[in-house]
């Protein structure tokens, strides 16, 4: 195997525990700080190539967030590194009962092309942050980042602990064949299962970050100027390619007459008359991508956009209205700026479509009555929920990120980063004197002993009582 010798090489160092000390995990993440400082102009550059990325949003997503990543993770990783003491019964007043929060080992980390520097930054901090070497894998997909972060990242990084694999899919299937501590993977849930499978060889836990279809409730009971700025900001940004945007909205026909010009002012307020000359409208990665998301462009009609270039790979901030379940943009995640309206008759039918389908990465719901959206948000199962927004509930680092069924497994961000990393090691430190306190757990057995131990070891429910 072509990558047995740098897995060995990383575990090596694992094992020496170089990576263990917080101050080493600290220099670590800092360098990743200095990474994104040094390495800004070129990010910006990258991503402009491989995705039309407006500087602004990929200040914000590929640099911002993960800065914010970084500094919660410095700011808390001595608090999060400590022992975590626990409860202890009658018989173990005495002993010292705790959580260990231990590294995994040797990470692998696979990212996706849509965003590059954020996907595989952020889970990297936490495995840092957790004590692990890792493996990074990044998408040839977004080809021009991922010769940044090839050439660029090892420079600032530890090179017996960190390592940068290129390559597509033979070098992936290769890599994956090898043993890991953990995989943390962002993709599809196809590729996921692939991940998933690879990990079960070797009993390798995962965290899986996968996509689907974000439904997006509209009550007939809102806002419709801002419920169409909020759904066209977190449909179109990185031109559609984000796994946690809104994917179709759900809504009655009335609410649909109300929202197509609201949409169509918002489009044009953000992008202008011509969205394919504003310089903060994206185009799609790769010349499949675009095929596959044109075609989804026959679904219901094209109430606005709707326009291609494929020497470009541009398709316009694109709304479709009157979509129906089966046609073609219903079928898969739409990774593309493409809205579909589905029309449903009232809040119960919009929760039963949700339910009838995979569960998603986040639900979307809008409503001026706060009982609707708690209503969607308790009635539903999803990722993560954003009620009267889209998208923002992901720059919280103090909320966790991570998907459900078809949508993932595990979760992110913050302190649930380090958690992911980190294997909670259950620990009991008992004295070696005091043998008189163990004597009624060894045999020969009575009823008197266990009725000792009992009393001992014995949880009570709290406010308990008992009936004379």
């Given at each position: 195997?072509?990558?047995?010798?740098l897995?060995?090489h990383?575990?090596?160092?694992?094992?020496?525990?170089?990576?263990?000390?917080?101050?080493?995990?600290?220099?670590?993440?800092?360098?990743?700080?200095?990474?994104?400082?040094?390495?800004?102009?070129?990010?910006?550059e990258?991503?402009?190539s491989d995705?039309?990325?407006a500087p602004?949003?990929?200040e914000?997503?590929?640099?911002?967030?993960?800065?914010?990543?970084?500094?919660?993770?410095?700011?808390?990783l001595?608090?999060?590194?400590?022992d975590?003491?626990?409860?202890?019964?009658l018989?173990?007043?005495?002993?010292?009962?705790?959580?260990?929060?231990?590294?995994?080992g040797?990470?692998?980390?696979?990212?996706?092309?849509?965003?590059?520097?954020?996907?595989f930054?952020?889970?990297?901090i936490?495995?840092?942050?957790?004590?692990?070497?890792?493996?990074?894998?990044?998408?040839?997909?977004?080809?021009?980042?991922?010769?940044?972060?090839?050439?660029?990242?090892p420079?600032?990084?530890?090179?017996?602990c960190?390592?940068?694999?290129?390559?597509?899919?033979?070098?992936?299937?290769?890599?994956?064949?090898?043993?890991?501590?953990y995989?943390?993977?962002?993709?599809?849930p196809?590729?996921?299962r692939i991940?998933?499978?690879a990990?079960?060889?070797?009993?390798?836990?995962?965290?899986l970050?996968l996509g689907?279809?974000?439904?997006?409730?509209?009550?007939?009971?809102?806002?419709?100027?801002?419920?169409?700025r909020?759904?066209?900001?977190?449909r179109?940004?990185?031109?559609?390619?984000?796994?946690?945007?809104?994917d179709?909205?759900?809504?009655?026909?009335?609410?649909?007459?109300?929202?197509?010009p609201?949409?169509?002012?918002?489009i044009?307020?953000?992008?202008?008359?011509n969205?394919?000359?504003?310089?903060?409208?994206g185009?799609?990665?790769s010349?499949?991508q675009?095929?596959r998301v044109q075609?989804?462009?026959s679904?219901?009609r094209?109430a606005?956009g709707?326009q291609?270039?494929?020497?470009?790979?541009?398709?316009?901030?694109?709304?479709?209205?009157?979509?129906?379940?089966?046609?073609?943009?219903?079928q898969?995640?739409?990774?593309g700026?493409?809205?579909?309206?589905?029309i449903?008759?009232?809040m119960?039918e919009?929760?039963?479509?949700?339910?009838?389908?995979?569960?998603?990465?986040?639900?979307?719901?809008?409503?001026?009555?706060?009982?609707?959206?708690?209503?969607?948000?308790?009635r539903t199962?999803?990722?993560?929920?954003?009620?009267n927004?889209?998208?923002?509930?992901?720059?919280?680092?103090?909320?966790?990120?991570?998907?459900?069924?078809?949508?993932?497994?595990?979760?992110?961000?913050?302190?649930f980063?380090f958690?992911?990393f980190?294997?909670?090691?259950?620990?009991?430190?008992?004295?070696?004197?005091?043998e008189?306190?163990?004597?009624?757990?060894?045999?020969?057995?009575?009823?008197?002993?266990?009725?000792?131990?009992?009393?001992?070891?014995?949880?009570?429910r709290?406010?308990?009582?008992?009936l004379?």
């Open positions: 195997n072509p990558f047995a010798g897995v060995s990383l575990r090596a160092s694992w094992l020496s525990g170089k990576t263990r000390p917080m101050a080493y995990r600290i220099a670590q993440l800092e360098a990743l700080g200095h990474f994104l400082d040094d390495k800004k102009q070129q990010i910006l990258a991503t402009a995705l039309g990325k602004f949003e990929a914000l997503s590929e640099i911002l967030l993960c800065k914010n990543e970084l500094n919660e993770t410095l700011n808390n001595s608090h999060w590194m400590k975590e003491q626990v409860d202890r019964i018989a173990m007043q005495l002993d010292s009962a705790f959580i260990r929060k231990d590294p995994y040797v990470v692998l980390i696979i990212a996706p092309w849509n965003y590059p520097i954020h996907l930054l952020v889970p990297l936490g495995a840092i942050a957790a004590g692990n070497c890792v493996i990074i894998k990044p998408s040839e997909v977004s080809k021009n980042t991922e010769r940044l972060v090839a050439e660029a990242l420079i600032y990084l530890d090179k017996d960190f390592a940068v694999v290129t390559g597509g899919v033979p070098e992936t299937t290769r890599l994956l064949e090898n043993k890991f501590d995989i943390f993977f962002t993709g599809t196809p590729v996921g991940v998933m499978t990990a079960a060889k070797h009993l390798t836990p995962v965290t970050e689907g279809k974000n439904p997006c409730y509209v009550s007939d009971t809102c806002d419709v100027t801002n419920v169409a909020r759904v066209a900001w977190g179109f940004f990185n031109a559609g390619q984000t796994c946690i945007a809104p179709y909205l759900l809504c009655t026909a009335e609410m649909q007459d109300k929202l197509l609201a949409l169509r002012k918002a044009d307020d953000f992008y202008g008359p969205p394919r000359e504003s310089p903060d409208f185009r799609i990665v010349d499949k675009f095929q075609r989804l462009l679904s219901g094209v606005i709707g291609t270039d494929e020497a470009e790979r541009y398709i316009a901030p694109t709304v479709l209205a009157d979509v129906q379940p089966s046609d073609p943009a219903m898969e995640e739409i990774f700026p493409i809205l579909p309206i589905v449903i008759a009232n119960d919009a929760i039963d479509f949700i339910n009838s389908r995979e569960r998603p990465l986040a639900v979307y719901a809008f409503s001026s009555d706060d009982k609707v959206v708690n209503q969607v948000l308790e199962s999803s990722g993560g929920f954003c009620g927004d889209t998208m923002m509930h992901v720059t919280l680092t103090s909320l966790p990120f991570g998907g459900i069924g078809n949508s993932g497994l595990g979760m992110y961000h913050g302190k980063s958690d992911t980190s294997h909670h090691r259950g620990c009991l430190k008992r004295g070696m004197g005091r008189p306190l163990n004597a009624p757990r060894y045999p020969p057995y009575s009823q008197k002993k266990f009725g000792i131990i009992q009393a001992a070891s014995k949880v009570t709290k406010n308990d009582c008992t004379l």
